[in-house]
T-cell receptor, first 112, second 113 residues
Framework: QQKVQQSPESLSVPEGGMASLNCTSS?????YFWWYRQHSGEGPKALM?????GDKKEGRFTAHLNKASLHVSLHIRDSQPSDSALYFC????????????FGSGTQLTVMP | EAAVTQSPRNKVAVTGGKVTLSCNQT?????MYWYRQDTGHGLRLIHY???????EKGDIPDGYKASRPSQENFSLILELATPSQTSVYFC????????????FGSGTRLTVL
């Protein structure tokens, strides 16, 4: 079982709509989370990080972390066609080597 | 923004051949990483390095070697390439401060025939 699991695998939303992506860790040592975004033909790029319980907002993007349930989500409001990409959740632990472990990704399509 | 450059962009190799993928970063980051990306698996860590001369095994190191001859350069070596190693490979760098953001290159698409 992957240590970082994402859902859904794919998601389609209309332009201007809200996209919600989910991520759950199976390892209670994972306390630090990132969202990375990958456009087709490019490498992943860090979108935002969240280390504390609650919400973190950056423009149209809001991440939410619940450490007790090891659940993190990403909400994109007013979705744009340029938001169409593969979104990865990634996590790391303060114990061990600080390796970043990635989920399998959610493919987001924003329809004009 | 951090600059990570990978070469080649595309590579076709034959089974049993030797393949070297190269990565260069210009941001003086201590840590460098090699990941492979496959549909349904996301990004999986192959090898990583804490600095020149150091290499460490990641989650899927079998069939791969790594070399970090300098702060800037990190190579991934497939001594005997197999079709199962057909994938997209990404190099990344990070400042090495514990909890860190990684900066990725644009990837190398490797096809082993």
């Amino acid at each position: 079982q992957q240590k970082v699991q994402q859902s859904p695998e794919s998601l389609s939303v209309p332009e201007g709509g809200m996209a919600s992506l989910n991520c759950t860790s199976s390892d209670r040592n994972f306390q630090y989370f990132w969202w990375y975004r990958q456009h087709s033909g490019e490498g992943p790029k860090a979108l935002m990080s969240i280390f504390s319980d609650g919400d973190k907002k950056e423009g149209r993007f809001t991440a939410h972390l619940n450490k007790a349930s090891l659940h993190v989500s990403l909400h994109i409001r007013d979705s744009q066609p340029s938001d169409s990409a593969l979104y990865f959740c990634a996590a790391t632990s303060s114990s061990g080597s600080w390796q970043l472990i990635f989920g399998s990704g959610t493919q987001l399509t924003v329809m004009p | 923004e951090a600059a990570v450059t990978q070469s080649p962009r595309n590579k076709v190799a034959v089974t049993g051949g030797k393949v070297t993928l190269s990565c260069n970063q210009t941001n003086n980051h201590n840590n460098m990483y090699w990941y492979r990306q496959d549909t349904g698996h996301g990004l999986r860590l192959i090898h990583y390095s804490y600095g020149a001369g150091s290499t460490e095994k990641g989650d899927i190191p079998d069939g791969y070697k790594a070399s970090r001859p300098s702060q800037e350069n990190f190579s991934l070596i497939l001594e005997l390439a197999t079709p199962s190693q057909t994938s997209v490979y990404f190099c990344a760098s990070g400042p090495g401060l514990g909890v860190e953001t990684l900066y990725f290159g644009s990837g190398t698409r490797l096809t082993v025939l």
